[in-house]
């Protein structure tokens, strides 16, 4: 007869079959349990480490921006130097806001002047040497390269050259009136915009290059010479009248080039050379003016002569 295996024997779980288990009220393997439970600490603690990550970020990203918000403008133009970009945009905003204030300046004296001033052939000279001294300040800020690094020496001698040259320019042009200077800044001021526009849009193929502006250049000096001289052997006021259209025709393919090197489509210029650019400009805007004026008005110079 065969012996049964008894309920308590120690061998019990051998004797039933596998899916049995579930009838018999067992409980779950811990192991099991032990293993999901860990899994689930695992994973509290990796979210509680991604919070704390975010958390971090988030305040270094609000540091950050506070330190860039209150940062000293040196740090902001370091930072533009890294983007040939923005750099570009920074200087040719600052040349133009700087020429901008220069020509705004000139127009005031100018007007001033044209009020106040009454007209006289002795104040000619007068009108000479202060333009001789203020080309004498920028022959000196032309030569000091590395002083023009300097914030106020820049700005010190650019603000002495505009006040010297529209100073001289309103005692040359002793017959000045409101109505003219108004009339003379219009249309000068419009071929000033008109010629910038053209470098800053037109494609390079098409814009004057070193070659061509100094051939410009030439023929500019040797033409203007031989009307000189003519000038002075016949006194024709005719010669007068061309000698300025030469200076008119040479000044919109300077003032397309300057626009092309503002603009940084020539090369990029330094940070702080933005004032001896603006100072190009106001330059370009003074000869316009005053070609302008003899063109416009050249019974002028007939009647002072």
């Not at 100094?214 to 007068?240: G, K, N």
């Amino acid at each position: 007869m065969r012996q049964s295996i008894p309920i308590y024997s120690r061998r019990y779980w051998v004797a039933l079959r596998p899916g049995l288990h579930h009838l018999h009220h067992f409980p779950q393997p811990v192991p099991q349990t032990r293993q999901n439970f860990w899994n689930c600490r695992q994973a509290e603690t990796e979210e509680q480490g991604q919070r704390n990550n975010q958390s971090q970020s988030q305040s270094i990203g609000s540091v950050e921006f506070r330190q860039t918000s209150f940062a000293a403008p040196g740090s902001v133009s370091a930072a533009a130097d890294d983007d040939p970009g923005r750099r570009v945009e920074l200087f040719m905003r600052r040349c133009y806001m700087s020429a901008g204030m220069m020509v705004a300046v000139a127009s005031w004296q100018w007007m001033i002047m044209s009020l106040t001033l009454t007209p006289n052939v002795n104040y000619v000279l007068a009108g000479f040497l202060c333009l001789l001294v203020a080309f004498l300040t920028l022959f000196v800020l032309s030569i000091f390269v590395r002083l023009r690094k300097n914030f106020w020496f820049s700005w010190t001698l650019a603000s002495i050259f505009v006040v010297l040259t529209a100073m001289g320019v309103s005692l040359l042009l002793v017959k000045l009136t409101l109505t003219t200077v108004n009339l003379t800044l219009i249309v000068s001021l419009t071929l000033l915009v008109f010629c910038y526009s053209l470098g800053a849009w037109v494609p390079m193929s098409l814009l004057p290059g070193e070659f061509t502006m100094c051939i410009c250049l030439i023929a500019f000096s040797v033409s203007s010479i031989i009307v000189t001289w003519l000038y002075i052997a016949f006194d024709s006021p005719v010669y007068h009248s061309i000698y300025f259209s030469l200076l008119c025709a040479i000044l919109v393919p300077a003032s397309v080039y300057n626009a092309e090197i503002v603009h940084g489509r020539r090369y990029y210029m330094p940070p702080h050379e933005f004032v001896y650019c603006a100072i190009s400009v106001y330059v370009h805007a003074i000869m316009f003016f005053v070609s302008m004026y003899f063109l416009m008005y050249p019974h002028d110079m007939r009647r002072r002569a």
